[in-house]
């Protein structure tokens, strides 16, 4: 089900390159629900089996996207306020108990805690709302963006690479794919946890 998509997406970064790692990756950094898992492994397997890409570059345009969503992100939420996140959020899956925990979290860990939540799926692409309500200084906000995206986006690079050695996996055995989904959702439930959850349960 998924190849066709896949499949258009290798086609559309053959003229579409960095900039459409960029773009897609800035929309990922918004409320839009694009995983970043999506977008820069497979770029990562096209460069390293065509080298229209490199590496590197993917990462530089992986993270400035990211940077620029993110910025967004953060712009509005220190423009319209608290008020407005907390009436609409909730049709975003962002509730009312989940806006003060973000923003106990972010308040009190500052750009550390916006480090560590670029390196978290759902919360990489949420966090600019509380730090934009609670008015961290956009220098450093953009410094942890930076740095925890650029992280990221090697690591998914880092993936992309070894899952396409994988030829099971790109033949579609249920068994490999179950596999890594199940190491995917490992790892990230345990940084979760530690980053996040339980300083929220200990702030509380």
Do not use: N
């Not at 993917?58 to 400035?64: D, N, P, R, S, Y």
Request: glycine share 10%; aromatic share 10%.
């Amino acid at each position: 089900m998924l190849k066709p998509i896949i499949d258009w997406y290798l086609g559309a970064l053959d003229s579409g390159g960095y900039g459409l790692v960029a773009l897609l990756m800035a929309v990922e950094s918004s409320i839009v629900p694009l995983p970043s898992e999506l977008v820069i492994p497979p770029a990562a397997h096209l460069a390293v089996t065509t080298g229209r890409m490199s590496l590197p570059g993917i990462v530089v345009a992986a993270t400035l996207g990211s940077w620029a969503g993110a910025s967004l992100m953060y712009g509005a939420a220190r423009l319209l306020g608290r008020p407005l996140v907390a009436r609409w959020g909730r049709y975003l899956l962002v509730t009312p108990a989940k806006l003060e925990a973000a923003e106990r979290w972010s308040a009190s860990y500052g750009p550390y805690g916006v480090f560590a939540a670029r390196l978290l799926p759902v919360i990489r692409h949420l966090i600019g709302i509380p730090a934009g309500i609670v008015r961290l200084p956009y220098g450093w906000y953009s410094a942890a963006t930076l740095g925890g995206s650029a992280i990221w986006s090697a690591v998914l690079c880092w993936v992309g690479v070894i899952a396409g050695a994988d030829q099971a996996l790109l033949a579609g055995d249920m068994h490999r794919i179950t596999l890594w989904l199940a190491a995917a959702v490992a790892v990230l439930g345990v940084m979760y946890w530690w980053f996040v959850h339980r300083h929220m349960r200990r702030r509380d």
